[in-house]
């Protein structure tokens, strides 16, 4: 078990206490919750820069990595859409994104093809965990609105290109 697959492992753990800081109605349970999901977020990078720098990459992290990653920031998009700070809408495309994508990665897979992450698809991830930090403080204002409506154009953004760059997977032109 390397130090990567600690970390997220420690990540997974994090999701439920997340869940229950924002369903639990204390003073200060959302600036709690808040530094759960900073935390979280933070140790994805830090695993991904650990496996790397350190030569940990191993079957188990990219196979649990991204399963964390995705758990981390649905968890929060469907707790935040339950309690009224996420746009339904929103939180659709933000799901809707990762099957399509997943589905057309496992397609890819069985034709012996990797796709790999591409830079839109980065930039989404920090939108989306941005908005989720910005969210489990406040559902108000301008802020988390411009911040939902960036995230879900640059989700909607790197789906289409994930599915055009690798439309050969599906049966398109090359």
């Keep these: 078990m ?7 492992i420690f990540r997974v753990i994090l999701i439920p206490v997340f869940l229950v800081l924002m369903y639990l109605r204390f003073p200060g349970h959302t600036y709690w919750a808040f530094g759960v999901f900073v935390l979280a977020s933070l140790s994805d990078f830090a695993d991904g820069y650990i496996a790397r720098h350190y030569n940990q990459v191993s079957d188990f992290g990219k196979f649990m ?5 995705k758990l981390l920031t649905h968890t929060a998009f469907i707790m935040l ?7 339904v809408t929103a939180c659709i495309i933000f799901i809707a994104r990762e099957f ?9 897979v069985e034709q012996g093809h990797v796709i790999a992450a591409g830079m839109s698809g980065k930039i989404k991830t920090v939108l989306q965990m941005l908005l989720v930090m910005v969210l489990t403080i406040t559902g108000e204002g301008i802020l988390p609105g411009l911040l939902t409506l960036a995230a879900a154009v640059m989700t909607l953004y790197s789906m289409g290109e ?3 760059q690798n439309r050969s997977v599906l049966g398109g032109a090359k």
Excluded: E, F, Q
């Design 81 to 87: 859409t339950a309690i009224g700070r996420l746009n």
């Design 100 to 108: 399509v994508v997943s589905g057309l990665r496992l397609c890819a």
């Design 2 to 8: 390397t130090t990567a697959n600690k970390i997220t």
């Design 65 to 69: 990595d991204p399963i964390a990653d």
């Design 162 to 164: 994930y599915v055009w």
